[in-house]
């Protein structure tokens, strides 16, 4: 998995929430985050009453679990706001359901066009409400690419419009099993797993 940009580390930070909370019912504490944290390959460089900050070459997260939600800034290492991002998982109490969002840190300066949909868990049933497309990212002689599996790629097909690109809602064009990006310059791979 490659982590150069805030959205290489918020999309599957955000699967990975997202499925936890299927899972457990529930919104992650401060050790699961670390522990996502170590499994993406970030360090930690500080933990205190709360809150903790990892870092890559690439990225710094700043990380404030609390029972009620869960608030992760992903910024890159170079400071500029621009493109930082934030993960927050809560429970909304008027839908009835666990929601983790992908949103800019800074709506003034950021560049891009979040298109990424959120995830919509129904706190009393767990069954998923919505039909974000996630997954991690990898790079290989032709650009980087957000990898996704069949199941998300069927569901995107069924739900949503597998020409709308999931990171910025450009317009994605289809080669096979590969999308490309003209807004954005990110590709859509699709993988068995």
């Given at each position: 998995?490659?982590?150069?940009?805030?959205?290489?580390?918020?999309?599957?930070l955000?699967k990975?929430?997202?499925?936890l909370?299927?899972?457990?019912?529930?919104?992650p504490?401060?050790?699961?985050?670390?522990?996502?944290?170590?499994?993406?390959?970030?360090?930690?460089?500080?933990?205190?009453?709360?809150?903790?900050?990892?870092?890559?070459?690439f990225?710094?997260?700043?990380?404030?679990?609390?029972?009620?939600?869960?608030?992760?800034?992903?910024?890159?290492?170079s400071?500029?706001?621009?493109?930082a991002?934030?993960?927050?998982a809560?429970r909304?109490?008027?839908?009835g359901?666990?929601?983790?969002e992908i949103?800019p840190?800074n709506?003034?300066?950021?560049?891009g066009?979040?298109?990424?949909?959120?995830?919509?868990i129904?706190?009393?049933?767990?069954?998923?409400?919505?039909?974000p497309?996630?997954?991690?990212?990898?790079?290989d002689e032709?650009?980087?690419?957000?990898?996704?599996?069949?199941?998300?790629?069927?569901?995107w097909?069924e739900?949503?419009?597998p020409?709308?690109?999931?990171?910025?809602?450009?317009?994605?064009?289809?080669?096979?099993?590969?999308?490309?990006?003209?807004?954005?310059?990110?590709?859509?791979r699709?993988?068995?797993?």
């Open positions: 998995m490659k982590l150069y940009e805030p959205v290489t580390l918020a999309m599957p955000a990975r929430i997202g499925g909370i299927l899972e457990k019912g529930r919104l504490e401060g050790d699961e985050i670390r522990e996502f944290m170590r499994e993406f390959g970030l360090e930690e460089s500080c933990l205190d009453r709360g809150m903790a900050i990892y870092r890559t070459k990225l710094v997260v700043l990380a404030f679990p609390r029972g009620e939600n869960a608030v992760i800034d992903v910024i890159s290492s400071g500029e706001l621009s493109d991002l934030e993960v927050i809560y909304d109490r008027e839908l359901a666990f929601v983790v949103l840190a709506d003034l300066e950021y560049e066009n979040i298109g990424i949909e959120p995830i919509i129904d706190e009393k049933t767990l069954e998923p409400e919505s039909n497309v996630l997954g991690h990212f990898e790079e032709e650009g980087l690419f957000l990898v996704i599996d069949r199941e998300t790629y069927s569901r097909r739900n949503g419009d020409h709308t690109c999931p990171i910025c809602g450009g317009e994605l064009a289809w080669k096979v099993e590969k999308a490309y990006c003209r807004d954005c310059g990110y590709g859509v699709v993988v068995k797993e």
